[in-house]
DNA sequence: TATTGTTTGTTAGTAGAGTTTACTAACTTC
DNA sequence: GAAGTTAGTAAACTCTACTAACAAACAATA
């Protein structure tokens, strides 16, 4: 009787009548020290091996700190030393420290190809150590997450050391909590696949759509600017955004979906999506097979292969001549098959987009291919698992 | 002789060889203190004021922390006591805290306006409190700069209360140390604005583009989401773009520089730069009033005027399109004048930018006019302000 | 060879930031 | 009046990075 009453006296003057509820993220001492521990790790992972002594000048903090946080990252294993350096100077020789390259490793995973899922082993630069994959028939749905989740934990007990994580790109639209809200590849919808990994392995799990991840792995690895775009030509086209050193997720988790725009003022062939002028019509690996069979059926086979691929780098460059402009990217990356991409295309991406942009001098953006386009997306997860666990990029 | 040779040692054995400057900005407790101090100043801010108790739950920090960095804000003058709460409920009243309303204040400056200066006064919520313009001739780049640093301090001497800094919106390209790099309209090439400024009035002073200033604004008062571009229309056409909730810089300063950018495959008015097709041509306000000053002479005037602003609606949208679409924005704001804006070309707009895009449901982006367009560099000059000075966004 | 100077890394002690614990003040409810 | 609730503060403790001082280990030099 009494706890009833107590109950209805709490809940009425319950506190926050105006409802303020706790949003914001302060900052505790803990958090900076988080921060800086990051930084040594961030610091000794793109420089390599130095001393402590040479840490705090780069980093700005005294020696007693960094050996202080040296000593809190070798016992969790991030970092180890190396012995003295040979360096040859006045003073008390140098104690070389490094992150801890020979043992950590990463899992990368590339569920974006045609019909196969893709799974490695990687360290912490980037390499590959060993490689996996699972031939995909017709399964259904439930059935390829269940696919997913074997070769999650095959890969996992191929690793050689002590393992930070999973990442993982996949086909589809991915939320902040890897959630695939749409695959519709895999005819998914609203999967859990971060947390079901996470279940499946007990290893912290990342997913990304995967021309995000690809964009990742060149901004980490292939020198990438701190503003870019890196399109993904493959069975449709999907890109992936930096702006100003961090990746765009759209209000929607949406970002970089650009296949389904229509490009240009002239109509164009019927989009499977029920319009007309769609970029995938003309740039998708397929489109463009198709397109380039016809074309080696006609009296100038070689001419109007060329036509077609200028004209699919003309559509491209089109679309993003806005993109680039607006957001004043210094860099647009394609990443797809070179035997596409390379030649006519390219050339003509390069030549477009100049041509629809104010002229500038030198050129603002810079047009290239991907290196490494094979393995952009399984090296972009991994680098996912290395930002969020160790704060490395 | 003893000291050069010392130089000499020191010299060849200087530490670094290897050369690891000093870029990166290690986290000092302070630094997370000052950011709790934002903290509160931002949530009083947006919220109201309320009791540090109720700060406390808002915050995730204990109430002796607010306590302490409360009154450390009432010294600084950021912060006033405004007395008991009445609200009625158990327990001590609750003594409400609100940022300093009455006794700060701000300068914004928009020159972006067409042959004239414009200056207010500000206060904390962004109202407008007293205002200056100044004509201008044909004058030279130096003598604007003149003007403009005269303006800033006669509105400096209008305020009633302590001023926190001056906020500039300028037309042109600014880099962020406040120089704008170039300014066509004023002839200006390289001027280090923000430190003239400052040099002569002694005031902390940010400057920035107006169309980003305009979103700035936006974004902060008019309840604009975290992935929105602003266009505003005037002599030309720029925007601002906020992306992820931050403002997109580019990397050449030049985000939002849209107005050159070429639109749809079929041609288009020649346009002073040399090309042919910019956004300019059709969208800028010479331009609209050029189209409907010809429109009222045709045969029939009425219909005429209407196919010019809806045209000009499509293209604006056949522009944006992928960048809406790349960046998964939520929002898309018109910026000039409304009986231009209004009307036809922006249900042309509306209607352009949704069939060019993947239809989803509910539509993921709105299109709509920017509320107070007079004063809306003004006032987002107010708000770079403080944000700098306060950390309130 | 002994001395001087340089550089590294560590120990000891201190100041700042936030927390827990415990208290007083000032209410409402019963 | 007694009981319960909420706001705000004081004291003691923990964590973080800092300054000061020092030993170790080297090169250069007299």
Redo the contacts with the bound molecule.
């Keep these: 009787m009494?706890a009833i009453?107590?109950r209805?006296?709490?809940d009425?003057?319950?506190?926050g009548s105006r409802r303020t509820q706790r949003t914001s993220a302060?900052?505790?001492?803990?958090d900076?020290?988080?921060?800086?521990l990051s930084l040594v790790r961030q610091t000794l992972h793109s420089a390599g091996a130095m001393?402590?002594?040479?840490l705090?000048?780069t980093l700005?903090?005294?020696?007693?700190?960094?050996?202080?946080?040296?000593?809190e990252l070798i016992e969790r294993g991030h970092v180890v030393e190396l012995g003295?350096?040979d360096e040859?100077?006045?003073?008390?020789?140098?104690?070389?420290?490094d992150i801890n390259r020979q043992g950590l490793q990463v899992i990368g995973m590339d569920l974006a190809e045609n019909s196969v899922l893709r799974a490695a082993v990687l360290d912490l630069d980037g390499n590959i150590l060993h490689r996996m994959e699972r031939e995909l028939a017709e399964e259904t749905g439930q059935e390829v997450i269940r696919q997913v989740l074997e070769l999650a934990s095959e890969a996992a007990e191929r690793a050689t050391a002590t393992l930070l994580g999973i990442g993982v790109g996949t086909p589809g639209i991915v939320n902040a909590e890897g959630v695939v809200t749409t695959a519709p590849n895999f005819e998914w919808k609203d999967v859990p696949l971060r947390s079901l990994i996470e279940d499946h392995t007990g290893l912290p799990t990342l997913v990304s759509n995967d021309a995000d991840a690809a964009v990742h792995a060149h901004h980490t690895f292939g020198g990438g600017s701190d503003d870019t775009v890196l399109v993904k030509i493959g069975r449709g086209v999907g890109s992936g955004l930096i702006v100003g050193g961090r990746r765009a997720r759209g209000a929607h988790s949406a970002a970089g979906e650009i296949g389904h725009v229509t490009v240009g003022t002239d109509g164009g062939a019927m989009c499977k999506c029920g319009k007309t002028g769609c970029l995938e019509t003309w740039m998708s690996v397929p489109s463009l097979e198709r397109a380039l069979a016809e074309a080696a059926a006609s009296p100038q086979p070689e001419a109007a292969a060329g036509v077609v691929l200028r004209e699919a780098g003309e559509r491209l460059a089109i679309a993003l001549a806005p993109v680039v402009g607006a957001l004043d990217l210094s860099e647009l990356v394609l990443s797809g098959p070179r035997e596409l991409l390379a030649g006519p295309l390219l050339d003509a991406v390069r030549q477009t987009l100049l041509s629809r942009l104010l002229h500038r001098d030198p050129s603002p953006v810079s047009v290239r291919l991907a290196d490494d386009a094979e393995d952009i997306v399984l090296r972009g997860a991994a680098v996912m698992v290395l930002w969020n666990q160790l704060g490395v990029s």
């Design positions: 009494e009453r107590d209805q006296v709490s009425r003057y319950r506190p302060a900052t505790l001492p803990s900076g020290r988080a921060h800086n001393s402590r002594a040479e705090s000048r700005g903090l005294t020696r007693v700190t960094v050996s202080d946080l040296v000593s003295q350096s040859v100077r006045p003073g008390k020789p140098a104690i070389l420290v």
